[in-house]
């Protein structure tokens, strides 16, 4: 018998439903997820804690959407994950976010209908959410170098060689 996260992921991002079903899916998820969000978000500090059918029914969805929810938050909470992918309705959780984690993560997930909840304006100062921004974008960003490096030039790796004998010997 498949897992609850394994029923959630085979839905979402599997052949578990046709491509309009799973479009109308994520459309909903991402109603679910904003609105949990902002109740999460506007007691940032509180620890929520209860089965995953409690949480389900706390924010008035069905357990498959809130272990969908669970699976998206697990890795920006404090210091711990549930366990997500062994959990049933019954298994006790606890959501106790870390917000700084939290924001990164809805960055990197381009979320934007998240990480511009105006209950962010609360919680992380306008300088603090920029600069989270700028590592996440930063992070994923490969830099080519800015000056060609010739033969006899020093070699940039730093071993007082020259280029065309260091790491330049292979690439001539």
Known sequence: MATMLETWRNLAYG????????????????QIEKGIY???LSAPTEVIEGTVKELAEK?????????GFLDGINE??????NPIETMDEDTQVKIEI???KLYY?????????LYELP???????????????KEQKASGTVRRQT????????????????????CGKNVM
Do not use: H
């Open 15 to 30: 052949d578990g439903l046709a491509k309009k079903q799973q479009e109308e899916l994520w459309t909903s998820y991402f």
């Open 38 to 40: 902002e109740q999460i």
């Open 59 to 67: 924010y008035s969805t069905d357990t498959l959407i809130m272990t």
């Open 76 to 81: 920006s909470l404090k210091g711990y994950e």
């Open 98 to 100: 870390d917000p700084e």
């Open 105 to 113: 993560n809805m960055v990197e997930a381009k979320a934007s209908w």
């Open 119 to 133: 209950q962010w304006d609360s919680i992380l100062s306008e300088e603090r959410r920029t600069e989270l921004y």
């Open 147 to 166: 000056k060609k490096v010739y033969p006899n030039d020093p070699c940039p790796c730093g071993s007082g060689k020259k280029y065309k004998k260091c």
